[in-house]
């Protein structure tokens, strides 16, 4: 838009008060005026547009899928972490149930009374010294009896389950023997 258009404005409304006013309107003091000339100034024209380019679309759309695979890759994460968590779980009961099965032995069971390592039976209706989980891997615990440590009639029991993933835990209590 140029200066022109402020003018013929002000100009337009100048004569448009001296026609009201009653004052005589010369032809050389009115500029040439086209009809909705004024509003084609007033606002600058607007083409039209509906929808969005293609390449607007192309960036959406590579935006969203930057975001899915930062969710997906969150969601592997989660998923890691979930197993580890059901692993540990796992260990943890496993170990306390074997530690329970050895506290409760008789007082007198000759195994208190003398040092070594075996193992656990974790599958009582088998054979099988492992135990499988579908899904959650094999298990596998011992138990270690150190007698007259650190007091002499008293046995120091070491349960150690391994698991999936090279993953132990280990529990130890004392008992006493021959008691």
């Known amino acids: ?4 258009w402020l003018t013929t404005t002000r100009n337009d409304r100048q004569a448009h008060e001296e026609t009201l006013s009653g004052a005589a309107v010369d032809a050389a003091t009115m500029p040439h005026r086209t009809p909705g000339r004024e509003r084609a100034m007033a606002k600058p024209a607007m083409t039209s547009q509906y929808g969005f380019t293609l390449l607007e679309v192309l ?3 590579t935006i969203f899928a ?3 695979l930062g969710v997906a890759g969150l969601q592997l994460r989660a998923i890691s972490f ?3 968590s059901n692993i540990r779980t796992t260990l943890g009961t496993t170990a306390q149930s074997v530690m329970e099965g050895v506290m409760a032995l008789e007082s007198d069971d000759p195994r208190l009374a003398t ?3 075996a193992q656990w039976d974790l599958d009582p209706d088998s054979a099988a010294t492992t135990l499988t989980l579908p899904g959650g891997g094999t298990y596998s615990a011992t138990w270690t009896v150190t007698v007259d440590t650190p007091i002499t009639g008293i ?3 070491t349960v150690n389950v391994q698991g999936p993933q090279g993953s132990t835990m280990t529990l130890t209590s ?3 023997y021959n008691l």
């Open 1 to 4: 838009m140029n200066g022109n």
């Open 155 to 157: 046995s120091r029991i």
């Open 59 to 61: 960036v959406a759309l």
């Open 115 to 117: 040092s070594g390592t």
């Open 66 to 68: 930057i975001g899915l």
């Open 82 to 84: 979930n197993n580890g």
């Open 174 to 176: 004392y008992k006493g």
